[in-house]
């Protein structure tokens, strides 16, 4: 079933058969709670670790300690091979108007060969960061480490060779659907970065800018104030759109770029 959807959308760019392909995923995680559905391979702990790494520019953290970005740079640069989409299907099938359509996938390693090639290519290290640096200036997050799911939407065999980086936004992305699932489903599959914090300060007037651009629902407005949930995944999009600045980002361990790469490295070989 993957492979063909895979083909036909190599062969057209169809927002209607990607939108199909998506909406049967979303109603998989919906119904999760199914006898059986939880012991599918895309829900076990050993076959996903994706984290986000926020983008926001005033993280707090300790003097000389890299931004979350170094993550990414770290694989990009150690990775086998590079492999870029030339579009995401998420924005594509959902008719995005608010980020570009073309900054697709960046997949690495040695699986990332066997993605189509008709809707992918090889990259340089170099583009590989550039292609960051573009999403993350256009506001995508990125979420990286390795997804079970991602093996199925692209064709490719699970060996534990593909790491995935998706550049996300709050209104497409497959990943918020991750709100369907249990919180004890989610904490294992996709755990915040470790030692980010999100806080929010006594500047708040509970305006909910920050709930409307919280993919997953983490957000809520109580007395006047934004309240953040266990299900927050500390992207810090809430951050980034908060008006008042009322909402603080904070980094606390100096080593969390070793310890994140060492993590996905016990997940998925890439290098």
Do not use: Q
Request: proline share 6%; net charge negative.
């Amino acid at each position: 079933m993957a492979s063909r959807i895979t083909n036909r959308i190599a062969a057209k760019r169809d927002p209607k058969t990607i939108r199909r392909a998506l909406d049967a995923i979303g109603m998989a995680f919906k119904v999760t709670w199914l006898p059986g559905m939880s012991r599918h391979p895309w829900l076990k702990p050993e076959k996903t670790d994706m984290r986000w790494l926020p983008i926001n520019a005033d993280i707090e953290m300790p003097e000389d300690t890299p931004m979350p970005l170094a993550v990414l740079d770290g694989i990009i640069e150690k990775a086998s091979h590079r492999v870029l989409f030339d579009y995401c299907g998420c924005r594509v099938a959902y008719r995005c108007e608010d980020y570009p359509h073309e900054i697709g996938c960046l997949l690495m390693g040695d699986s990332a060969l066997e993605g189509n090639p008709d809707v992918s290519h090889e990259v340089t290290v170099d583009e590989a960061k550039e292609i960051a640096r573009k999403a993350v200036d256009a506001g995508l997050v990125p979420i990286i480490g390795k997804a079970r799911i991602d093996n199925a939407l692209f064709s490719i065999k699970d060996r534990h060779r593909l790491v995935t980086v998706c550049f996300c936004c709050e209104c497409c992305c497959i990943t918020r659907n991750i709100r369907h699932l249990p919180i004890s489903k989610v904490e294992p599959l996709f755990p915040p970065l470790e030692s980010v914090t999100i806080e929010v300060t006594d500047d708040c007037k509970g305006c909910g800018e920050c709930a409307e651009h919280c993919y997953i629902e983490a957000i809520t407005i109580k007395d006047k104030r934004a309240v953040i949930s266990e299900y927050c995944r500390a992207c810090g999009r809430c951050a980034t759109v908060c008006p008042r600045d009322a909402i603080k980002v904070t980094l606390t361990d100096p080593d969390f770029v070793e310890k994140t790469i060492e993590r996905i490295g016990t997940y998925v070989k890439y290098d």
